[in-house]
């Protein structure tokens, strides 16, 4: 019973092949077959879905003076490792050194004056809770290479 | 004969006696070793993370805050568990800790703690007695293992090394700043956003001169007034 079906394959395969090659000579279907080779990943070298591997010698900078602005209105960047410290609802780890009530014991950055405004641009009593996230925009440097090589330099009027 | 049986009889009682003596004392002794020994092990097996977390209020809780802190893993593989910090390790103070413990025992029973609700509801009172225990004893069970006498602050970082030797010379001791360290945080006042109803910052950062001796709190406010006198005098003449 399985002999059958078993010769039946390379005649298959030979119509198929028939099909695809009559099918490539239309210009529709040669735009396809350029576009399906090419296999999406990350630039670290991974599937689009998958995690990033994890880097090779990424480790969290240790504790430095603070960093100078790149440009402009820059967010200023975390110049000390921040493992452990988390921000949750009842507690945000950031604002217990660098909040206004605690920056001169501990020494920290006070939180920009900026952050007392509220969307609309009003003055607040306190840090807008919009703010409260702070490493969405400040971020703890690490030694990773970049992955893209680039011309940035720092805008002029900071340089030193 | 007479007088030599008495005095056989009296000889042969006195060793009965003596050797009584020595065997209840035998006996005193192994049942000493045996019921000190009993006691110190079913001690130390309360003393384990084991029994810590059979209850589920533990388990549930604190525990699985406690697992992603660097007290349970960490680079060199040394962890402290449950008692390390909530036990003393010296005798009297343990017995002291474990007599008090019983008072949680009513509590599971009572079932103060025993969903995630109530207990988070519980989070600031529950942490605040830690608090103060640690406060107390200024922070015995951290210096345990981590003794500031033998910090080397050329290892630290800028800001560790910083705080550590403006902190212990005002006086301060781990749990001052070090607070949730290994388990989550009750809500703690921070100045951002509206009142979320947690701790105030007085609670949270104590201050370690308004706690010092009113001797000290006189002469801080001599200091203030010496200070304040000048810049009255430079208003007064502008």
């Not at chain 1, 921040?82 to 050194?97: A, E, Q, R, S, V």
């Not at chain 2, 009889?9 to 006195?14: A, N, Q, S, T, W």
């Not at chain 2, 949730?180 to 009750?186: D, N, S, V």
């Amino acid at each position: 019973m399985k002999n059958p079906i078993r010769s039946t394959r390379p005649l298959l395969a030979v119509l198929l092949a028939l099909s695809l090659g009559s099918s490539a000579l239309s210009p529709l279907a040669m735009a396809a077959d350029t576009a399906a080779p090419t296999k999406l990943q990350s630039l670290r070298g991974a599937e689009v879905p998958a995690m990033d591997p994890e880097g090779e010698g990424t480790r969290n900078e240790k504790d430095r003076a603070p960093i100078p602005r790149n440009y402009l209105q820059q967010p200023p960047l975390i110049p000390h490792s921040t493992k452990g410290y988390n921000i949750t609802k009842n507690f945000n780890k950031c604002l217990d050194c660098h909040s206004w009530t605690r920056y001169k014991e501990t020494g920290a950055t006070k939180v920009s004056i900026t952050h007392f405004k509220n969307r609309d641009g009003q003055e607040m009593a306190n840090i807008s809770p919009r703010r409260y996230f702070c490493v969405q925009c400040h971020v703890p440097q690490s030694d990773a290479k970049p992955l893209v090589n680039n011309t940035f330099q720092r805008a002029q009027g900071l340089d030193k | 004969m007479m007088i030599d049986n008495n005095n056989s009889l009296k000889e042969r009682i006195r060793e009965r006696v003596q050797r009584a003596g020595v065997g209840l004392l035998g006996m005193v002794f192994v049942a000493g070793i045996v019921l000190w020994g009993g006691f110190n092990t079913v001690l130390e097996l309360t003393n384990r993370e084991e029994f810590c977390i059979s209850c589920h209020e533990m388990n549930d809780n604190v525990f699985q805050e406690y697992r992603n802190t660097i007290h349970y893993s960490n680079r060199s593989g040394v962890r402290a568990t449950c008692p390390d910090c909530h036990v003393p390790k010296d005798w009297t103070h343990k017995m002291i800790r474990k007599i008090q413990a019983s008072n949680e025992v009513l509590h599971k029973i009572l079932g103060s703690i025993d969903t995630p609700e109530k207990f988070n509801a519980k989070r600031l009172e529950l942490a605040e007695h830690e608090w103060a225990r640690m406060k107390k004893t200024d922070s015995r069970e951290c210096r345990n293992c981590h003794n500031f006498e033998y910090f080397d602050y050329s290892e630290q970082g800028r800001r560790s090394s910083r705080m550590h030797q403006t902190g212990l010379n005002e006086g301060k001791t781990c749990i001052d700043c070090h607070k949730g360290i290994a388990h989550t945080l009750p809500a703690v006042e921070q100045g951002i956003g509206s009142d979320k109803h947690g701790a105030p910052q007085e609670i949270f950062h104590p201050d370690a001169k308004a706690e010092a001796k009113p001797e000290t709190k006189s002469e801080a406010k001599a200091e203030a007034k010496a200070e304040a006198k000048p810049e009255d005098k430079a208003a007064a003449g502008k």
